[in-house]
């Protein structure tokens, strides 16, 4: 079983979809998601410094649209369809897309839409996140209860990501739970928490004009690691996620349980790959991060068909 997935937010560098435009057609296809999403990608993806492609509503459309290219990119080589996908964080809907529950366009509307509501609701209150990696995860969730932290990550290979209060993770970062690493994030706020539902009642509006349909492949939810087999419901717990942990760590226990032989992930690539090493031990992976890397992608599936 090979089983594409698409990251979330922060894993975007600077100048990474430069070779992606290189591809025939990528560049008009990327412009057309700009248009959707209301933000100049191919500028943001090719020219803008590190500052800039972290605002959350360029990053969210950005790190959707080299994904989507990407999985494009792969399907047309590829002579093995996938058997199933999932997504991190805003990388849901490009799992939405890739499963055909949603179509690349309305994809694009939605994580526009998304990402200016988050950062909208981020910038109420002076908020952020951090990353808490190795400790005993009791000790962990008791200490971040303790400071009115949410663990508003569960990526699994012991990391959890806390969020709240700016000066809370302050006190975090100098005081964090017996053998842990605490690492400040660089995001504009407190993103899955309850901070952002303002942002959940946003995106439901515009998720109502939709007509999801079923998901063709297995999809996987942040919600708590099941498959979603009906295309609303998928679209329903999207919208919810925004204000409620991810829970990534049950993905990838469901991606074992489910006899997973292989993971892909898709552009700006790495992040999920590198949990995936720790929680997910000997199971082969790619991270496509340039079109130099579809090839290997390619052979992963290649070897599953033989």
């Not at 990550?153 to 959890?160: A, D, L, S």
Request: negative net charge.
């Amino acid at each position: 079983m090979i089983i594409g997935a698409f990251p979330g937010q922060g894993s975007q560098t600077p100048g990474f979809l430069s070779p992606w435009l290189d591809l025939p057609g990528a560049r008009d296809l990327v412009g057309v998601y700009g248009e959707a999403a209301e933000v100049d990608l191919i500028a943001a993806g090719t020219e803008w410094d590190a500052d800039a492609i972290r605002d959350t509503k360029v990053a969210q459309p950005l790190i959707v649209a080299a994904s989507l290219l990407s999985w494009w990119a792969l399907v047309q080589r590829a002579d093995r369809a996938f058997d199933g996908v999932a997504g991190h964080s805003v990388g849901e809907i490009a799992a939405l897309v890739a499963a055909g529950v949603l179509s690349a366009d309305d994809g694009m509307r939605l994580v526009g839409v998304r990402g200016r509501a988050m950062a909208d609701a981020a910038a109420l209150e002076t908020t952020g996140m951090a990353a808490v990696v190795g400790g005993v995860e009791a000790d962990v969730l008791a200490r971040l209860a303790e400071l009115d932290l949410t663990p508003a990550n569960y990526n699994g290979g012991g990391q959890i990501v806390a969020a709240g209060a700016a000066d809370h993770l302050a006190e975090l970062v100098a005081s964090g739970p017996r053998g842990a690493r605490v690492i400040p994030l660089q995001v504009a706020g407190a993103f899955h928490t309850r901070y952002m539902a303002p942002a959940v009642e946003t995106l439901a509006t515009a998720a109502s004009a939709l007509t999801p349909a079923d998901p063709s492949l297995q999809l996987w939810t942040n919600a708590d690691g099941s498959v979603v087999t009906s295309g609303a419901r998928a679209l329903e717990l999207l919208i919810g996620q925004v204000a409620s942990p991810v829970r990534w760590d049950l993905c990838m226990a469901a991606f074992a349980e489910a006899g997973v032989t292989g993971i892909i992930e898709f552009a700006p690539a790495g992040t999920l790959v590198g949990l995936a090493k720790r929680a997910l031990r000997g199971v082969p992976s790619v991270a496509v991060k340039t079109p130099e890397d579809l090839d290997a992608a390619v052979a992963l599936l290649s070897e599953e068909n033989a």
